[in-house]
């Protein structure tokens, strides 16, 4: 199933923090796991099986260098990817 348009991440660019947004149409395992340019895992989020609705996911970014980042959010078994900087 295509997720995408269940997913938002904001603020980007993102600081401290991304708030990842995921609407659930039914009660599933969510992943939010963030990668570096050169696609490794820099960090991996694992939130469990979620309820049906809207979630707000509070990724924490601080610790990230300044760069762009590719964020792979994990619904059951499908995934979107979104490219967030980080200053």
Same mark, same amino acid.
């Given at each position: 199933?295509?997720?995408?348009?269940?997913?938002s991440v904001s603020p980007n660019p993102a600081t401290e923090y991304a708030?990842?947004?995921?609407?659930?149409?039914?009660?599933?395992?969510?992943?939010?796991?963030?990668?570096?340019?050169?696609?490794?895992?820099?960090?991996?989020? @694992?939130? &469990?099986?979620?309820?049906?609705?809207?979630?707000?996911?509070?990724?924490? #970014? /601080? %610790?990230? @260098?300044? &760069?762009?980042?590719?964020?792979?959010?994990?619904?059951?078994?499908?995934? #979107? /990817? %979104?490219?967030?900087?980080?200053?």
């Amino acid at each position: 199933a295509d997720i995408s348009k269940n997913v938002s991440v904001s603020p980007n660019p993102a600081t401290e923090y991304a708030n990842v947004q995921v609407e659930l149409n039914a009660s599933a395992k969510v992943e939010v796991n963030v990668y570096d340019v050169m696609g490794k895992l820099v960090q991996a989020n @694992n939130y &469990g099986q979620q309820p049906t609705g809207t979630h707000t996911y509070k990724v924490n #970014t /601080s %610790s990230l @260098n300044n &760069g762009m980042y590719l964020f792979t959010v994990k619904v059951g078994n499908s995934q #979107t /990817s %979104s490219k967030v900087i980080v200053k």
